[in-house]
């Protein structure tokens, strides 16, 4: 059973996911600001963790607008 959700991802399949360059990808992979894992010479991506990440991301970028939002209306 091959399920998409526990997918493994190259370093360009992460980028073309996230709609960005694969240098950055990579800069993100070595400095570990994105989750990854290096099996050899070679960076892979679990799609689930990474979905978890960015949504992680979404949410505190969110908070913030909400935060201002809130702040305006008191």
Known sequence: MNNSIDEIMN???VAR???MKPQTIYTWA???????????K???F???IID???D???DEKFDDIKKSVS???E
Not at 30 to 40: E, R, S, V
């Open 71 to 73: 702040d305006k209306n």
């Open 56 to 58: 992680r991301h979404i």
């Open 11 to 13: 370093l360009e399949e």
């Open 46 to 48: 679990k799609k689930s």
């Open 52 to 54: 978890e990440w960015f």
């Open 30 to 40: 070595q400095k570990g600001k994105i989750p990854a894992a290096k099996l050899g």
């Open 17 to 19: 996911y996230l709609k």
């Open 42 to 44: 070679e960076w892979r």
